[in-house]
Nanobody, 116 residues
Framework: QVHLQESGGALVQSGDSLTLSCEAS????????MFWYRQSPGKQRESVAT????????NYDRAVMGRFTISRDNAKNMVYLQMNKLKLEDTAIYYC?????????WGQGPQVTVSS
C-alpha cells in the first residue's frame, strides 16, 4: 500500500527558507520518480519539482528554479523540498506525489504560508 507522509509546512516570512519532507512507503522507492506539486487558492494544482529514482536528474517549474531544490535519500525513503527566498506567491498547499501503475498517489498536503 503506497503511503506518502509530508511534514514541514509552516507560516514563514518573505525571504525565509523552509524544507518540506516526505516519507514514502509501500513501493520500490529507489527506482521511482518523485514529485512535489502545489495548489494555491483558486488555482489548479501545479508541478513544482521532479527527481528521478537515483537522484541524478531533477527538473523545476520556472517559477521556483534557482530557489527550490528537490532531493532524496533512498536509504531512508525520503524526498525533500528545500525552499529558499520564499515569496508571497509561494503560499500554497504542497503535495508529495508519485505515479505508479497508472495511478497518482498524494500525501496529505502541508500548508506553506508566506507573509510579508
Amino acid at each position: 500500500q503506497v503511503h506518502l507522509q509530508e511534514s514541514g509546512g509552516a507560516l514563514v516570512q518573505s525571504g525565509d527558507s523552509l524544507t518540506l519532507s516526505c516519507e514514502a512507503s509501500g513501493f520500490p522507492f529507489s527506482t521511482t520518480a518523485m514529485f512535489w506539486y502545489r495548489q494555491s487558492p483558486g488555482k489548479q494544482r501545479e508541478s513544482v519539482a521532479t527527481i528521478i529514482g537515483d537522484g541524478s536528474f531533477t527538473n523545476y517549474d520556472r517559477a521556483v528554479m534557482g530557489r527550490f531544490t528537490i532531493s532524496r535519500d533512498n536509504a531512508k525513503n525520503m524526498v525533500y523540498l528545500q525552499m529558499n527566498k520564499l515569496k508571497l506567491e509561494d503560499t500554497a498547499i504542497y503535495y508529495c506525489n508519485t505515479y505508479l501503475r497508472a495511478q497518482n498517489y498524494w500525501g496529505q498536503g502541508p500548508q506553506v504560508t508566506v507573509s510579508s
